[in-house]
């Protein structure tokens, strides 16, 4: 409550860095802090860090309506890792993030949560809309994340047309063999992409699933950087060629 009245009658922020990891943050505390943000309207720049908190489901609400009516921002770094957010939370974040249409560099740490396959579609529904971005980092690892999950990260990330740098990590999830296509054929469509990194370790890819990502990341013509990590699938020596 107190940040949030602090915060709030800072009228001519232009940047927040706000460190609150490991607090016992719950879900009012939460609602204070997007009530605070909101008021900041001139921010360009947001970093956040609610890593290891208790904000849960549907507090997570408030604090995306909150980011929503920056409306000038053109950087935001969020970490809410482990902190119990299933597929409506998500679905709140990316609602909040698509109303930021300014945003060029977008972080956004979802790790160790509960999104599921709908949650991944919500995000990615939300960050297709921001149609400015020329960087994006998700990290969605152990999110109990499946083939169509992959599919619709894969569709929605294929919108922004304007990613110059790409770094997905989708570890510890069972995307699968479907999973790994899907999400070939989408980053095949990131046409202006030089620099991807991509972390698909334990997600039960097979020697299909290796190839379709290998021809979909082929199609980057303009990558010069380029960061595959395929490590604990299920990936023998056949595929070790052709990602070659």
Request: aromatic fraction near 4%; charge should be neutral.
């Amino acid at each position: 409550m107190y940040l949030r009245e602090g915060i709030s009658k800072c009228f001519t922020l232009t940047s927040l860095n706000l460190d609150l990891n490991v607090n016992s943050i719950d879900g009012d505390g939460a609602a204070y802090l997007g009530e605070g943000i909101s008021k900041c309207v001139t921010l360009t720049s947001l970093n956040l860090n609610l890593y290891f908190n208790s904000i849960g489901n549907n507090c997570i609400k408030c604090l995306g309506e909150g980011i929503s009516k920056c409306v000038t921002l053109t950087s935001l770094n969020l970490n809410l890792t482990e902190n119990r957010i299933r597929e409506n939370g998500a679905a709140y974040l990316g609602e909040g993030i698509s109303k930021c249409v300014t945003l060029t560099s977008l972080i956004l740490n979802l790790s160790e949560n509960i999104i599921g396959e709908n949650g991944a579609r919500y995000l990615g529904e939300g960050i297709s809309k921001c149609v400015t971005l020329t960087s994006l980092t998700l990290d969605l690892s152990k999110n109990n994340i499946r083939e169509n999950g992959a599919r619709y990260l894969g569709e929605e990330i294929s919108k922004c047309v304007t990613l110059t740098s790409l770094i997905l990590n989708l570890s510890e999830n069972i995307i699968g063999e479907n999973g790994a296509k899907y999400l070939g054929e989408g980053i095949s469509k990131c046409v202006t992409l030089t620099s991807l990194n991509l972390d698909l370790s334990d997600n039960c890819v097979s020697e299909n699933g290796s190839k379709y990502l290998a021809e979909g990341i082929s199609k980057c013509v303009t990558l010069i950087c380029l960061n595959l990590n395929l490590r604990s699938n299920r990936i023998r020596n056949m595929s070790n060629r052709i990602l070659k």
